[in-house]
């Protein structure tokens, strides 16, 4: 494993144990090198992925994509990081087993909004907002007295 720092390819595995969910082994590496140290994760991979784009272009699925868009969501909210593997790691599940290696955009965004309304209602409409391309101040409104509505009900 190549240091993420000086890229020196002399790494030691200091420690490795399960993620709490049992998804992924983790792994505390040092460098040779520089002295980093550094977290990398061993996942478990079913099938190639491939995300078909609104726009018809067909992209290879990167679960780095989904981990940034939630962080964004999430930032400077209330939310442990555990809670966020635990997330993603189901929803890259959730694709796998589909079935298909073929994944449309929209499928992806819903189960991310899915899993942003359970975590956080406030990185859940943040995620929204760019999801279903807010364009104004009404569109927000709208969008959260759906929830209200829901929540209520």
């Known amino acids: 494993m190549r240091c993420p720092f000086c890229v020196n390819e002399d790494t030691q595995v200091k420690d490795s144990r399960p993620t709490e969910d049992n998804s992924a082994i983790r792994r505390r590496r040092s460098c040779g ?4 140290r550094f977290t990398t994760f061993e996942r478990v991979q079913l099938r ?15 679960r780095e994509k989904i981990e940034r868009s939630v962080q964004m969501a ?5 939310v442990e990081e555990d809670q966020v593997e635990r997330m993603v790691s189901g929803i890259v599940r959730q694709l796998e087993s589909m079935g ?5 955009s929209e499928t992806i965004g819903k189960l991310i909004m899915e899993g942003l309304e359970h975590l956080d209602k406030v990185a859940y ?13 009404s569109d927000f409104e709208d969008f ?3 929830i209200a509505d829901h929540d209520e009900s």
Do not use: M, Q
């Not at 090198?33 to 980093?36: F, L, T």
């Not at 190639?48 to 990167?62: D, M, Q, R």
């Open 48 to 62: 190639e992925l491939t995300v078909l784009k609104t726009s018809g272009k067909k992209v290879p699925f990167e």
């Open 125 to 137: 409409v943040r995620f929204a907002s760019v999801y279903k391309k807010f364009r104004e101040a």
């Open 33 to 36: 090198g520089c002295g980093a």
């Open 74 to 78: 999430i930032r400077k909210r209330p």
């Open 144 to 146: 959260v007295s759906e």
């Open 100 to 104: 298909e290696s073929e994944i449309p």
